[in-house]
């Protein structure tokens, strides 16, 4: 009966919203997600930012709302309109200058070619829900965003969650839009296993003619976890052929059973022709893997798992990218392989206490002799002992 009526009261608030004013759209909007909880499990849930929890840097002062991350909570101040406003949320940097500047230091060897991001906005939102849509307002300059994270944590819980995690939902390379004109920005974001209200957005910049400026975040969701889609659970009888299986030229399970048996295996334990290469010439050819690429070659054999634990291979260590996953067990690892360590990147790691105070400073007692240059930037770790550290190493 609650059920019946709520869905009576959810449509009576449609049926005014399409006949009333701009005005009381808004208000019939704010009614119907203040009511949220009244509703179906099944109906979709419609939410501005709360509260803006985290950002890397923004253009306005921090005693100013003008051009702050701030600006991104609540509903649309600027949207529709397009042009340079005060009150929309606006980054630090824009364009390449800041890649051709005299002063820029060398890039990270290793770095991984997939990581793009620049800055992030982290915004919490009231209710967590699995997402369907995510409509990002862009007021000028759009193009911009080029990741959005869901993680699994509720910000506003009175009960700190046993495990925090990230989930790319949707991720793309930097773009240079033609028009510097407003648009809501909705990419195709990927189903997740959770219900969600702390997103992640991350931007990168580097090809827009000017500052790119963001008006409102919307999260679109339901409460009870929807079904797989059709085109992802569908499934093609033809891969269920015998005849797929069995082989027509005879290899079956038997076959394969005997190219798995002991004496194959032994045949197969040699290192082919890398016991035949110089120590140095190895050494060259997988500096270009990137890190997790590093580390999961180290599992194929001993001689490669030699190779990639050289610590030489560790002289530049960027672990920014691996922000989301990066915590004192994942240093505790690195640890054996950081010892000529002479450029660490711990920028964006730390968040929400996944490194702490002791891993840092473990870290760094092992590093710290050969250091030269340190990267920290929005460490969420840091706090007066760190700097103790750093200042005794």
Known sequence: MLTVLSMFYYICLRRRARLASRGDMINSRRAIETNSRALPMCVEAVQYAKEVLDFSSHYGSENSMSYTMWNLAGAPNVYPSSGDFTQTAVFRTYGKWWDQCASLPPSFKRTSPSFFSRDYVELAFEEPVYPTAVHILETYHPGSVVKILACSANPYSQTAPTEVRWETIWSGEPTCVNSPQARQFTPCIKEIDFPTNLLRLETNSTLLEYYTELDAVELHGVKEKPMLSLKTGKIDM??????????????????????????????????????????????????????????????????????????????????????????DASLEYLLPRCTLVQWLNLSWTGNRGFITTSGFSRLLNVCGLELVRLELACGHFLNEACLEVIAEM
Request: net charge negative.
């Open 238 to 327: 033809n891969d269920l052929d015998d005849d797929e299986y069995e082989g027509k030229d005879g290899c079956g399970i038997d076959c394969l059973s005997n190219q798995f048996s002991s004496s194959s295996l032994r045949e197969w334990t040699n290192n082919g022709y890398f016991d035949k290469l110089p120590y140095e010439l190895i050494q060259l050819i997988i500096s270009h893997l990137a890190l997790p690429d590093l580390c999961r070659l180290a599992q194929t054999c001993k001689l490669l798992y030699q190779h990639c634990c050289d610590p030489l291979q560790y002289t530049h260590l960027s672990l920014q990218p691996y922000w989301a996953s990066l915590n």
